[in-house]
């Protein structure tokens, strides 16, 4: 197991810290819709604050590329930020800042404009590398989401500073390690979401590590067309079977058995109410949008029995009430044996992490990840380039 550079805050006094966060936060209309990713740095920032430290803040903001710029300044949620982190911040383009200016200022909290704004970050330029190093005495990665990119403000600096990782990367990796190489079995494994495409390589590189793989959402239809299952109209991504062929042998090598739903939730589309159906019950003009009742009363007799669960992706759409029963159960069987069981509960992912928060289930898991990419190439086994710089 790797180990990290950490930084003793409490020795840590007059410095200038680049702290790298994850403020990718959802905006709409130029409000933040979610300041979750916020509030979780307030006490590390203040903490180094009461030190007399002064802390840079360098994070992205959505795919400034692809949406050209539009909407994506941090600019125009400095104020929210403020109200989040309870201090007032000095607004800063990287192009404009320098340590000196830093040191005389009043201000203790600096907050530079969106990093993917300038064309150095994503490609990791030296002299940009060089550039951040430039303004802050040490560097602390508190962004374990953006870790598996080789960008600048996540690799290229390390390079010319001292650099650490954060509390909040250690956090996650040493919940991660619960799932990998502390495992307490028996062991289930949730994956859901709709592409089996981005998490092939999760799924089998996890089948030696689980008792029971459990699939839901529309990657189940995978599954079923496998099977020879009408699946009606229902969303299935078009992959080589095989795909599906080799995740049932690695299984059966494995021991490790494969869970799929046994009866779903369908409709003519999205705006009607749903109906139960057995699999073979599905008519050519379904769509299945959720999980049914014998499926969740399964998944709860395989969790009751679990010291471990990894959660990744709804079983369904969840985000439409008609059809969030079965995510919703399931989230709220995981916090249940959390607490009573004290299984060992780590969820993960975008769409995971919305879920939970729908059922107000977020203090009842043992840790809840919102990063996607890097939690998922990390599960993978993957060695993410923004934690390779960081090991002693």
């Not at 990713?37 to 007399?52: A, D, G, L, P, V």
């Not at 951040?132 to 600048?152: P, T, W």
């Not at 040493?174 to 494994?189: D, E, F, R, S, Y």
């Not at 009742?293 to 369904?316: A, Y």
Request: hydrophobic fraction near 35%; proline fraction near 2%.
């Amino acid at each position: 197991m790797s180990q990290y550079k950490i930084l003793d805050k409490n020795s840590t006094k007059n410095k200038i810290i680049l702290l790298r966060v994850d403020f990718n936060v959802p905006i709409n209309n130029k409000k933040i819709q979610d300041i979750t990713r916020i509030n979780k740095m307030k006490e590390i920032i203040h903490s180094y604050i009461n030190n007399n430290n002064k802390i840079v803040l360098c994070s992205h903001l959505g795919r400034p590329k692809k949406n050209m710029k539009d909407g994506l300044s941090f600019h125009p949620i400095k104020s929210e930020i403020e109200k989040a982190l309870d201090s007032e911040i000095d607004f800063k383009d990287i192009e404009k800042i320098e340590k000196s200016k830093i040191k005389k200022s009043k201000k203790n909290i600096f907050l530079l404009e969106n990093i993917r704004f300038y064309p150095g970050e994503e490609t990791n330029n030296e002299e940009f590398s060089k550039k951040l190093a430039s303004i802050a005495d040490v560097y602390i990665n508190e962004a374990f989401s953006c870790s598996h990119r080789s960008h600048a403000s996540i690799n290229g600096v390390t390079k010319y500073i001292d650099s650490y990782a954060g509390e909040t990367v250690i956090e996650e990796i040493n919940a991660l390690n619960k799932i990998i190489t502390q495992t307490q079995k028996p062991v289930a494994c949730l994956i859901g979401g709709s592409k089996i495409s981005t998490k092939i390589d999760l799924i089998i590189n996890l089948l030696p590590k689980m008792d029971y793989m459990i699939i839901g959402g529309a990657m189940a239809n995978n599954f079923f067309k496998y099977d020879n299952v009408n699946i009606g109209k229902s969303y299935f991504e078009q992959v080589d079977i095989s795909i599906v062929k080799s995740i049932h042998q690695v299984a059966n090598r494995c021991g490790c058995k494969i869970i799929l739903p046994t009866d779903v939730i369908v409709s003519q589309n999205q705006h009607t109410k749903g109906i139960l159906k057995k699999l073979n019950e599905v008519n050519n003009d379904d769509f299945i949008f959720d999980i049914g009742n014998e499926t969740i009363k399964i998944i709860d007799e395989k969790l009751s029995k679990c010291k471990t669960v990894l959660w990744n992706g709804p079983f369904g759409l969840f985000e439409n009430d008609n059809f969030s029963n079965g995510t919703e159960k399931i989230a709220k069987s995981v916090a249940n044996y959390t607490k009573k069981n004290n299984l060992i509960s780590v969820a993960g992912g975008g769409d995971t992490f919305a879920a939970i928060k729908k059922s107000n289930l977020i203090s009842d898991f043992s840790y809840i990840s919102t990063a996607g990419g890097a939690f998922l190439e990390w599960l993978e086994g993957k060695v993410l380039p923004g934690l390779k710089v960081l090991e002693k």
